[in-house]
């Protein structure tokens, strides 16, 4: 099983869509939570972080799911704006490892 | 602050010449990375540094990819000789402590023919 894994999707939804995504993490004791924005040809940029009892950001709500080992992103209201890559971003709680991301999930939002 | 600083933005190269890719981290943040992205893998972490050292260069893919921090603010990272399979965006990211968000730099694009 991967460490972190996403539906790559497209997904392709209208404007004023609700949208939803979700990643499954493998290491049960992974303890931080980050949802990444990558757009086109651009650097990942911090999205939110996701916190234990769930947290939202305007149009933007992150949850966690410890019992089955994923987090989710839901996006309320989508813009055009939104169209991007949104990438899971976890820990694998061992000495010394840095964050794992995975590999995204890409949303396309039309008119 | 300025942001993650990295050099050059685009880098055409023919396969067995030297790349050097350099990075300048976000003032007072104590870890750099080192990231490669393609289609394929997504992005791939080579190495990172604490403090100037390197900690976990596990990512790095072979001898000819090599890594630097000779101070707190500049890196670089090293490709020689070059191959076509390493055309990819790399990104440096730095962050404050090893596990708290990271902010990227822009990256630089590779293209070796």
Redesign the interface.
């Known amino acids: 099983r991967k460490e972190v894994e996403q539906d790559p999707g497209p997904f392709n939804v209208p404007e004023g869509a609700t949208v939803a995504f979700n990643c499954t993490y493998s290491n049960s004791a992974s303890?931080?939570f980050?949802w990444y924005r990558q757009d086109c040809r651009?650097?990942?940029?911090?999205l939110m972080?996701v916190y234990s009892s769930g947290n939202e950001d305007g149009r933007f709500t992150a949850q966690l799911n410890r019992a089955s080992q994923y987090i989710s992103l839901l996006i309320r209201d989508s813009k055009l704006s939104d169209s991007a890559t949104y990438?899971c971003v976890v820990?694998q709680f061992l000495a010394?490892?840095?964050?794992?991301?995975?590999?995204?999930t890409t949303l396309s939002v039309s008119s | 602050d300025a942001g993650v600083i990295q050099s050059p933005r685009h880098e055409v190269t023919e396969m067995g010449q030297e790349v050097t890719l350099r990075c300048k981290p976000i003032s007072g943040h104590d870890?750099l990375?080192w990231?490669r992205q393609t289609m394929m893998r997504?992005?791939e972490?080579l190495i990172?540094f604490n403090n100037n050292v390197p900690?976990?260069d596990s990512g790095m893919p072979e001898d000819r990819f090599s890594a630097k921090m000779p101070n707190a603010s500049f890196s670089t990272l090293k490709i020689q000789p070059s191959e076509p399979r390493d055309s990819a965006v790399y990104?440096c990211a730095s962050s404050y402590r090893?596990?708290n968000?990271?902010?990227?730099?822009?990256?630089t694009r590779l293209t070796v023919t």
């Open positions: 303890q931080s980050f651009k650097e990942p940029k911090l972080s990438l820990n010394g490892t840095a964050l794992i991301f995975g590999k995204g | 870890y990375f990231y997504g992005l972490l990172y900690i976990d990104f090893l596990l968000e990271q902010y990227f730099g822009p990256g």
